[in-house]
Nanobody
Framework: QLQASGGGLVQAGGSLRLSCVPS????????MGWFRQAPGKEREFVAA????????YYADSVKGRFTISRDNAENTVYLQMNSLKPEDTAVYYC?????????????????WGQGTQVTVSS
């Protein structure tokens, strides 16, 4: 029910913008966010945004480089990724949950997107 897109191959220092478009229902009443999973590693929290878009949360590893935003009118969530590093290489997943409580825990997420690959070359 969540379609993520926008991944690709980019050189270190470059930028990408990921998009997450729900299908079948509106997610304006959900906290939305992004996780990522690198090969051989556990899925980890990247960023989250409140229902109205006024509050955002970031993992320390991306703070200052990534920006999450949402357009509830368009039912779309974005992740703008700047100053990309090779360690940002991962499959990025869009996620949704009715509340912010426990959002950083993968087992609390209610809806997952299918993932989009981001590869950053050095």
């Amino acid at each position: 029910q969540l379609q993520a897109s926008g991944g690709g191959l980019v050189q270190a220092g470059g930028s990408l913008r990921l998009s997450c478009v729900p299908s079948g229902r509106t997610f304006s009443n959900y906290v939305m966010g992004w996780f990522r999973q690198a090969p051989g590693k556990e899925r980890e929290f990247v960023a989250a945004i409140s229902r109205g878009g006024g509050t955002t949360y970031y993992a320390d590893s991306v703070k200052g480089r990534f920006t999450i935003s949402r357009d509830n009118a368009e039912n779309t969530v974005y992740l703008q990724m700047n100053s990309l590093k090779p360690e940002d290489t991962a499959v990025y997943y869009c996620a949704a949950k009715t509340s912010l409580l426990g959002f950083r825990s993968t087992d609390r997420i209610e809806y997952w997107g299918q993932g989009t690959q981001v590869t950053v070359s050095s």
